[in-house]
Structure formats: C-alpha cells, structure tokens
C-alpha cells in the first residue's frame, strides 16, 4: 500500500473528530475577529476625538487597548492556521519537490532573512507526496523561528535521507538552543521558546507538527542550551518519487 494512502486511512480512522474541532475554531475566530475590529475602530475614534485637557493617562489607556487587541488578533490567526492544518485531506495530496517548496518559503521571506543577516543552506530535498501550502508552511515556520530567536546572523542547514520507508528532515540552526527539558514543551499549543526576546504566540510549532501528522509522519527536536537546534520531522516516502 502506498504510504498517501496509509495516511489516508490514517486520517479517515481519527473520525470527524478533527474536522468538528477545526469548524469550532474558525467560527469562534471569525467572531473574536469580528468583535476585535470594533475594538480597534472605537479605539481610533477616542484617539482622534482626544482633546488637549485630556489627562496624559488617556493616551496610555488606548495604547494599552490596541496592544491587547493586535495581540488576540495575533492569537486568533495562530488557532486558525491551526484549524487549517488539522482539515488536510490525504486524498488531495500532489507529488511535489520539497526543494522548490524551500524555494517558495525563502522566496516569500526574502527581505526579513536579509535584514536579519540570515543564510539557509540544503542538502539535496526529495519529491514526497503532500499537500504543498501546508508543507511550504512547515518551512517558513521552521526558518523564521531560527532568525528570530537568533542574537545575531543565523546559519540554518536543512537536509532529509531515506530512513526506512520514510523521508528524515532536519533542520539545523546555530541559535542559543533549547533546554531540553522543553524540547517536547515547545510543541504544546501557546508555549513560547523564550530566547533573544522574540516574540510570538507559541503556536508555530504546534501548526508544524500537526500537519507533519496529518502526512503521516513524526516531528521532534534535539538540543543544548548554547549548542543549537535541530528540528527532525518524517514524510513518507513515496514510491513514485
């Protein structure tokens, strides 16, 4: 049997439990979207209306109330993404390089990796069959984690070989590292890999690694405080490619 529909039969055998709880997501996101808009909106009034013999402490009310309101909307997208991921349908899986998906994900963040001094480097990647938004997904999260959890110029190397009826990627920084009592923390939905003051809402990692499961694969990380990271995922492989 090929390993896209093992992971079809996977993904049919987990019941409409994930896509019951992706509807949930969305819908309560659209909602909280909606009501952040107005937040915003009335926001902006107040400040526009604000008059000189306001106190000072007004000003720093709204900022206050427009910082909470990026943030939720920071939130809602992260639970969206991964409402997303967790509706793949192996069935609509292509047979697709995931060195051109690389491509796609360093091309799309060009000019924050430049700004950053950042350099991605590759082995040669395999074909593998997936669905190709989500898996060029994987990358941008995977990269611009690095850059931004990085102090200085980041060196990022990623490369994949056959390990048994699977493909391994690894994705390998020269960061401050983990402690790897969290290396398994990292990837629970809103915990933050706190280093170098980056900010986020901790659901990168989350997103990545529910889509690697969605392909039928396993993600997981190796690292030392001080020494790196490396960022492991499977894909199976596909006897077409």
């Not at 009034?45 to 720093?60: F, H, I, K, S, W």
């Not at 909307?73 to 292509?94: H, K, M, N, R, W």
């Not at 990085?150 to 960061?175: C, M, N, P, Q, Y």
């Amino acid at each position: 049997m090929a390993p896209h529909h093992r992971a079809e039969i996977e993904y049919r055998e987990r019941g409409t439990g994930d896509k019951d709880l992706s509807d949930l997501l969305q819908r309560a996101c659209h909602d909280l979207k909606t009501s952040l808009r107005a937040i915003e909106a009335h926001a902006q009034l107040l400040g526009r209306n604000r008059q000189p013999v306001d106190p000072p402490v007004m000003e720093q009310h709204l900022e206050f109330i427009a910082g909470g309101a990026a943030r939720i909307g920071q939130i809602t997208d992260g639970l969206v993404s991964y409402a997303i991921a967790l509706q793949i349908e192996p069935a609509a899986f292509q047979l697709i390089s995931m060195e051109v998906l690389l491509r796609t994900a360093l091309a799309k963040h060009r000019g924050e990796l430049r700004e950053h001094g950042a350099e991605v480097t590759n082995g040669e990647l395999p074909r593998v069959a997936g669905n190709p938004d989500r898996l060029t997904q994987i990358f941008e999260i995977l990269v611009l984690n690095s850059v931004r959890h990085h102090s200085g110029a980041a060196r990022i190397h990623i490369t994949a070989g056959k390990s048994g009826e699977h493909w391994l990627f690894a994705v390998r920084d020269d960061g401050p590292g983990i402690d790897r009592n969290h290396l398994e923390t990292i990837f629970k939905p809103f915990k933050r890999w706190d280093s170098n003051g980056a900010k986020g809402v901790g659901m990168g990692l989350t997103i990545c690694r529910a889509i690697v499961e969605r392909h039928g694969g396993e993600m997981w990380a190796e690292s030392e405080t001080g020494k790196g990271a490396v960022f492991f995922f499977t894909l199976p492989a596909d006897r077409g490619a």
